[in-house]
């Protein structure tokens, strides 16, 4: 009869024993503590000698699709479920067993399949990551600007003593960013929401100095329920340039609140100020999108506040928080991949 145990335990018993009875140890002491026969000692021991203690692979039935077909599976599986008749890409269990069927002409569990995917494959299961249609010229974009024209941003702003500012902005709202969280296992958490739609508009910026040792961040909120528009984002812009006395030069995205009449009026008396604008469809670009995606997915996320005032203070407070964090605001800075270097 097969001892109880897995091939690996096994394995480490038959070592462990031989070991005891090298240091001198009793063989009568080693077979009770181990809980084996004398007898098997011997053998241990011999065996031992001969190098041939090590588990025996389990023979087993072979498997029915070799590593080669498993790397033709992962072409197909790449090529996408659309280009093998499905209306969407979402790779399931039933689809693949189809596919291995088809090319392959074996049949497997659809539950069977999704061990492959995870064993042999090691593919997991994934939700998208969604993209607007034509990113790839927009991609092209983007690169182009960070290779090319940021760095013309720096050095304009270097010749005229500037500060950098990267801003956004952001609405936070009552309903929570939801995340995933233990809970006992079909006891799905309920979290009661006061307001839907009830939100709280924020406008924040990251501020480099100079001589780049230094980054400050600032923000401001609207009222209850309201939108940035132009004027709000106007008075933004006069209140960052009186936080930082000099020179500024004023990244953000293309947006039209941004470009508007108030914010030019502004310009037009405030010859300091220089507005640079980031590409389309660049948020990544943007170290000051840094701060909403740390504050709601790694702060808040799953939070459900009983009223907007409450809200409004936790934002508060997060973000006085991240005032005193210079290494996270480098970091989301960082996180751009902008070619910025911080002295230290």
Same mark, same amino acid.
């Given at each position: 009869?097969?001892?109880?145990?897995?091939?690996?335990?096994?394995? @480490?018993?038959? /070592?462990?024993?031989?070991?005891?009875?090298?240091?001198?140890?009793? @063989?009568?002491?080693?077979?009770?503590?181990?809980?084996?026969?004398?007898?098997?000692?011997?053998?241990?021991?011999?065996?031992?000698?001969?190098?041939?203690? *090590?588990?025996?692979?389990?023979?087993? @039935?072979?498997?029915?699709?070799?590593?080669?077909?498993?790397?033709?599976?992962?072409?197909?599986?790449?090529?996408?479920?659309?280009?093998?008749?499905?209306?969407?890409?979402?790779? #399931? =269990?039933?689809?693949?067993?189809?596919?291995?069927?088809?090319?392959?002409?074996?049949?497997?569990?659809?539950?069977?399949? $999704?061990?492959?995917?995870?064993?042999?494959?090691?593919?997991? $299961?994934?939700?998208? %990551?969604?993209?607007?249609?034509?990113?790839?010229?927009?991609?092209?974009?983007?690169?182009?600007?960070?290779?090319?024209?940021?760095?013309?941003?720096?050095?304009?702003?270097?010749?005229?003593? &500037?500060?950098?500012?990267?801003?956004?902005?952001?609405?936070?709202?009552?309903?929570?960013?939801?995340?995933?969280?233990?809970?006992?296992?079909?006891? @799905?958490?309920?979290?009661?929401?006061?307001? *839907?739609?009830?939100?709280?508009?924020?406008?924040? &910026?990251?501020?480099?100095?100079?001589?780049?040792?230094?980054?400050?961040?600032?923000?401001?909120?609207?009222?209850?329920?309201?939108?940035?528009?132009? %004027?709000?984002?106007?008075?933004?812009? $006069?209140?960052?340039?009186?936080? /930082?006395?000099?020179?500024? #030069?004023?990244?953000?995205?293309?947006?039209?609140?941004?470009? $508007?009449?108030?914010? %030019?009026?502004?310009?037009?008396?405030?010859?300091?100020?220089?507005?640079? =604008?980031?590409?389309?469809?660049?948020?990544?670009?943007?170290?000051?999108?840094?701060?909403?995606?740390?504050? *709601?997915?790694?702060?808040?996320?799953?939070?459900?506040?009983?009223?907007?005032?409450?809200?409004?203070?936790?934002? #508060?407070?997060?973000?006085?928080?991240? *005032?005193?964090?210079?290494?996270?605001?480098?970091?989301?800075?960082?996180?751009?991949?902008?070619?910025?270097? /911080?002295?230290?």
């Amino acid at each position: 009869m097969r001892p109880k145990g897995s091939p690996a335990e096994l394995e @480490r018993r038959r /070592f462990r024993a031989v070991e005891l009875l090298e240091r001198g140890e009793q @063989r009568e002491l080693v077979a009770r503590i181990l809980g084996v026969a004398p007898g098997s000692l011997t053998r241990w021991s011999r065996l031992a000698r001969v190098g041939q203690l *090590k588990a025996k692979p389990a023979p087993g @039935r072979p498997r029915l699709l070799s590593a080669r077909d498993c790397e033709e599976l992962e072409v197909l599986l790449l090529q996408g479920a659309a280009a093998h008749g499905w209306p969407n890409d979402l790779w #399931t =269990g039933n689809r693949v067993q189809q596919v291995i069927e088809r090319h392959f002409g074996v049949t497997y569990n659809h539950q069977y399949v $999704c061990h492959i995917l995870k064993e042999y494959l090691d593919w997991s $299961c994934q939700k998208p %990551e969604h993209q607007s249609r034509g990113d790839d010229a927009d991609g092209a974009e983007v690169a182009r600007w960070a290779r090319e024209e940021f760095p013309r941003i720096v050095r304009e702003a270097d010749a005229r003593n &500037a500060y950098l500012a990267f801003v956004d902005e952001t609405g936070f709202l009552m309903e929570p960013t939801a995340r995933r969280t233990f809970a006992p296992r079909g006891r @799905r958490p309920i979290q009661a929401i006061t307001d *839907k739609h009830g939100k709280i508009s924020t406008i924040g &910026a990251i501020v480099i100095n100079p001589v780049r040792d230094a980054i400050h961040l600032i923000y401001d909120h609207l009222p209850d329920n309201e939108n940035f528009e132009g %004027e709000s984002v106007s008075r933004f812009v $006069c209140a960052l340039h009186s936080a /930082f006395y000099g020179p500024i #030069t004023l990244i953000w995205d293309r947006t039209c609140i941004h470009w $508007c009449r108030p914010v %030019e009026e502004y310009l037009d008396k405030e010859r300091e100020l220089l507005l640079e =604008g980031f590409p389309p469809y660049a948020p990544k670009l943007n170290p000051a999108d840094g701060i909403w995606r740390y504050i *709601k997915y790694q702060r808040l996320g799953n939070y459900a506040p009983a009223h907007l005032s409450e809200l409004r203070d936790t934002i #508060t407070i997060e973000l006085e928080a991240l *005032k005193g964090r210079p290494d996270l605001l480098k970091s989301f800075v960082r996180f751009t991949k902008l070619p910025l270097i /911080f002295k230290p």
